[in-house]
């Protein structure tokens, strides 16, 4: 009897409990990457110039937007991208389609990702998306510019037989350097990582999973940023779990890094490699150098301090010396070469300003130094227009009138093109502003014959110069903002039309039973199709739409 009780399994008995499991930890494994790209993508919507924050990543991805805020910010580059509170599927359908189209320009390869799949939310879609990006813009990124393999320490030998395992990496336009060689990224930060803790402190890690559960590797890796933040001999006596805290409370806290993992994700039998990938992946974008930092980190940040008080500085003096100029008792002419040359000077430092307002860490947040530049910066540049406006009006006439038609005029041009909640208000805001613009462009000619014809005696050489390069340029641009609120226009009738037709098509997909319901769905069809002349609408805008397009990438436009 007791045997029979202990009678050994078949072969084939509880495979349901193995698929059980198995799906169980797919479905957390998907649930710790959701929360990982989650927080990552976040920690790079805040830079956007409309930072944006996603809390569902399969849902808030469905409209396109965050996607092409996502890829701006990661490539520099703008984006054409539709906006409004309610997208239509079709809107929608097309801001994905924009964020592909993009990677695939970057010869980046989608296997079996299409924009209808985002637009609905699909998990293993979205997330395979989420990790192309991440491996292309940030992993394949900053190992691709370190140093060639052999000069690091340690094998990685045990990446070679997963390296089959993954999805094939992208493919980048820029040759790839020695370190970093197409489809061994993942080697490549191992490697750098190996170079942080093992060759310097003894610790094995050989891979992107069970290496990093007891937290050790994360403390090691900010031990060789910041040595003073960490003592490897009290985590010896710590759980895996407090060991996790306290490494991503100190990455978080001191070395600026977004805390990207919880402890219960890593602290398991087999943690989720590309999450572990994208986390450590910050340390190597924020602290890329791999020589010997140690005492290092405290010398760089007093002389970025002290680059940041000269600048400072610098600025202060400038607004000083505007005031003293603008109330001083010089003539006309010699008030504008002051004029010149502070401008002159506010030029030559625009890059060294712009770069120092680069956001340090991933939180996008500035530093106060950061914020007292930016502060400084923006009150030198109001205060250089505000007295070239006043310079300007105490030209005799009609140059004084010129010059107040001339701000206007830029600050037109430097507007926001104005966009509606639908496609056709937007239509009707378009429509609006290119009548306007047509007004202005009869008085700019007026004004050009008028600048052509003024005499040296009646204004400083220099500023009538000036005036003609900035009427010039107004000139320049006009053009181009009209060509811009053409294609806008008919870009809106174009998507208007196929919005009506997504309705209909939904209206004529219902299944009737009655002959007469059937009737008056033809005779609706016929109505639409033959009595609204809906073909030969939608040709016409098509049409335009296809000629001013091509017209706008002929004069080389940005941010369509």
């Known amino acids: 009897m007791a045997e029979s009780k ?230 010896k006596v710590k759980s895996n779990r407090e060991n996790l805290d306290s490494a991503f409370s100190i990455a978080e806290t001191y070395l600026g890094i977004p805390r990207l993992l919880e402890p219960e994700d890593v602290d398991v039998d087999k943690p989720d490699e590309k999450s572990v990938m994208t986390y450590v992946a910050q340390f190597l974008k924020h602290y890329p150098d791999v020589h010997d930092a140690e005492g290092k980190p405290l010398a760089e940040e007093r002389q970025d301090r002290a680059k940041y008080l000269e600048c400072l500085s610098w600025l202060d003096q400038m607004n000083k010396d505007i005031m003293t100029a603008q109330s001083s008792p010089q003539s006309h002419q010699e008030k504008y070469q002051g004029f010149r040359s502070k401008r002159i000077a506010q030029e030559s430092q625009r890059n060294n300003v712009l770069l120092m307002l680069q956001p340090i860490d991933a939180s996008g947040k500035m530093t106060p130094e950061q914020a007292a530049i930016k502060q400084g910066w923006e009150q030198l540049s109001a205060r250089l227009l505000e007295w070239q406006a006043h310079l300007d009006k105490a030209l005799p006439a009609p140059l004084g009138a010129l010059s107040i038609w001339l701000v206007q005029a830029e600050n037109t041009l430097t507007g926001e093109v104005p966009i509606g909640r639908s496609d056709e208000e937007t239509i009707k805001l378009v429509q609006a502003e290119l009548e306007t613009h047509m007004e202005f462009c009869y008085e700019m000619d007026e ?85 609204s002349k809906f073909l030969e609408q939608y040709d016409t805008a098509f049409d335009n739409l296809k000629k001013r397009t091509q017209e706008y990438l002929k004069m080389d436009i940005t941010g369509i």
């Open 6 to 235: 202990q009678r050994p399994k078949f072969v084939g008995q509880g495979r349901g409990n193995i698929m059980d499991v198995m799906q169980r930890l797919q479905v957390e494994q998907e649930a710790v990457q959701k929360r990982t790209f989650t927080k990552w993508m976040n920690s790079h919507l805040a830079k956007h110039a409309r930072p944006l924050k996603i809390e569902d990543l399969f849902k808030d991805l469905r409209d396109g937007i965050p996607l092409i805020a996502l890829l701006e910010v990661l490539s520099g580059q703008k984006l054409s991208c539709e906006h409004g509170r309610r997208l239509s599927r079709i809107h929608a359908l097309a801001n994905i389609g924009t964020a592909l189209k993009f990677l695939e320009s970057q010869r980046i390869k989608l296997v079996n990702i299409n924009a209808s799949d985002i637009a609905d939310g699909k998990p293993s879609i979205v997330l395979g998306l989420t990790w192309i990006i991440i491996l292309y813009f940030q992993i394949e990124e900053l190992t691709n510019n370190l140093p060639a393999i052999s000069s690091f320490s340690g094998s990685s030998s045990s990446l070679d037989s997963q390296a089959g395992s993954e999805a094939s990496p992208p493919i980048k336009k820029r040759p790839l350097g020695a370190f970093a060689s197409r489809g061994n990224a993942k080697k490549a930060l191992l490697k750098w990582v190996q170079y942080k803790c093992t060759s310097r402190l003894g610790l094995r890690v050989q891979d992107f999973g069970p290496s990093w559960r007891n937290g050790v590797a994360f403390h090691s890796v900010i031990h060789s940023i910041r040595p003073e933040l960490v003592n490897l001999e009290q985590l």
């Open 447 to 531: 004004h050009q014959r008028m600048l052509a014809g003024a005499s040296v005696s009646s204004a400083p050489s220099e500023q009538l110069e000036d005036m003609r390069e900035r009427l010039m340029k107004v000139s320049t641009s006009s053009k181009q903002h009209i060509t811009k609120l053409e294609y806008l226009k008919y870009k809106h009738q174009v998507l208007a039309l196929l919005a009506v037709v997504e309705i209909k098509l939904r209206d004529w997909s219902i299944k009737y039973g009655r002959k007469d319901s059937v009737l008056a769905l033809l005779q609706d069809y016929m109505n639409f199709i033959d009595g």
